[in-house]
């Protein structure tokens, strides 16, 4: 499984746009990208998934160079409800199950 | 559709009492799992399942047990409850043999209390 790394915590303020970096140096080929977000006292929530270049959804962007060895989740104009854990997660499909691992993610504090 | 749901979301227990944690889907998906969350940690997966008669332990499968009867339902057994077992469970889902391509949907949690 590619390992993840991504900052412990971030800050940010209202109507920033935020930037989480994961790094996945040992990506294999058949791996995806996919980005988690927990509120306190809830299950995570799926936010994107991509494979290579830009995703981009109703909530966020998800931007993957060409080496996929590291993405970026962009989060637009953030607010005080962004406030969350941001995990990022790699893995693909494969000859037997994929057990898909939470790191420690990244902590967002949007600050007023 | 309810989704995810997990019962009961509290529990306060007695070291090496016995109890199972809930966990029901209606979403008709092939792939269940459980986690724990400790304080400031990941999720650790404990045990999984890709289809009802069919499960595999995870990271953390020590103290716990499952069974996969249904599509629907995938308890967690704690067979005789310890302190370490103190923590937040979560269920979740997805539709398919659970690869990375399928979306994971996951319940509300069980904040569990080993004394």
């Known amino acids: 499984l590619a390992k993840t790394t991504q900052p412990i915590s971030m800050d940010s303020y209202e109507g920033q746009e935020v930037n989480i970096t994961c790094s996945h140096n040992?990506?294999?080929?058949?791996?995806?990208i996919t980005w988690y977000q927990q509120f306190p006292s809830q299950g995570p929530r799926f936010i994107i998934q991509?494979?290579?270049t830009k995703v981009t959804n109703e909530v966020a962007s998800l931007f993957i160079p060409a080496d996929r060895k590291s993405s970026t989740l962009s989060l637009p104009r953030v607010s005080l409800s962004d406030t969350a854990v941001y995990y990022c997660?790699?893995?693909?499909?494969?000859?037997?199950?994929?057990?898909?691992?939470f790191g420690r993610g990244t902590s967002l504090i949007v600050h007023p | 559709n309810a989704g995810v749901t997990q019962t009961p979301k509290f529990q306060v227990l007695k070291t090496g009492q016995s109890m199972t944690l809930q966990c029901a889907q209606d979403?008709?998906?092939?792939?269940m799992s459980w986690y724990r969350q400790d304080p400031g940690m990941g999720l650790r997966l404990i045990h999984y399942?890709?289809?009802?008669?069919?499960?595999d332990q995870g990271e953390v499968p020590n103290g716990y047990n499952v069974s996969r009867s249904t599509t629907e339902d995938f308890p967690l057994r704690l067979l005789s409850a310890a302190p370490s077992q103190t923590s937040v469970y979560f269920c979740?889902?997805?539709?398919?043999?659970?690869?990375?391509?399928?979306?994971?949907?996951f319940g509300s949690g069980t904040q569990l209390s080993v004394l």
């Open positions: 979740a889902s997805s539709r398919g043999s659970g690869t990375a391509l399928e979306k994971l949907f």
């Open positions: 040992n990506i294999a080929t058949n791996d995806y």
């Open positions: 991509g494979y290579k």
């Open positions: 997660l790699v893995g693909g499909p494969s000859g037997g199950s994929y057990i898909p691992t």
């Open positions: 979403m008709n998906h092939e792939y």
């Open positions: 399942s890709v289809g009802a008669g069919i499960t």
